[in-house]
């Protein structure tokens, strides 16, 4: 949500359809507000100050901004522009392999922990959100590379049916 002031008693819900008590499958809320705010939310929201103009979506990555890719996972590869379909035969990715696999995940301009010198490595995590199940967060590890390109992975344990699968690249808490 996005606006100049906010106020009123309402709760905001991400929860999934039918659902009043919100199960494990909760969505984000993110409220952007120069004004204001809300009592609560399911779940809690992420705060940040409205700009000039509001920019959902970055315009144009430069050069050096951070980025985290999904690479494969097991032996099939991910789509640069994965669609997160959860419609048969859609997904981007469909595999019978049970039990653990590795996902890869390529990473520019994210510390490693070895560059830049004296910089601590920031934390790599796959979220796995399946359509019905628990969410699961994995911390990756950092297998090769530098600074500008690195490769870090992961060992999940997908449940039966469609997951969606996003990575995230963070600074540790200082």
Do not use: H
Not at 32 to 42: L, M, R, T, Y
Not at 79 to 101: C, H, L
Not at 122 to 151: C, E, F, H, M
Request: aromatic residues 6%.
């Amino acid at each position: 949500m996005i606006c100049d002031s906010l106020s009123g008693t309402g709760q905001l819900r991400a929860t999934p359809t039918g659902s009043a008590t919100g199960g494990s499958n909760k969505g984000r809320i993110r409220i952007e507000i120069n004004q204001g705010g809300i009592a609560s939310s399911d779940p809690a929201y992420s705060q940040g100050v409205v700009g000039s103009i509001a920019q959902l979506w970055p315009e144009d990555v430069v050069a050096d901004s951070p980025s985290t890719r999904v690479v494969s996972l097991g032996s099939n590869n991910v789509p640069t522009d994965p669609q997160a379909s959860f419609e048969f035969p859609y997904a981007d990715v469909n595999t019978a392999t049970s039990g653990a696999q590795t996902l890869v995940i390529e990473c520019k301009n994210i510390p490693t922990g070895l560059d830049p010198i004296g910089v601590q490595a920031w934390n790599v995590k796959a979220r796995i959100v399946p359509r019905s199940g628990t969410v699961q967060n994995i911390t990756a590890s950092y297998v090769s590379g530098d600074y500008s390109l690195s490769t870090w992975e992961a060992q999940v344990t997908l449940p039966t049916g469609f997951s969606a699968i996003q990575v995230r690249a963070s600074m540790p808490p200082q």
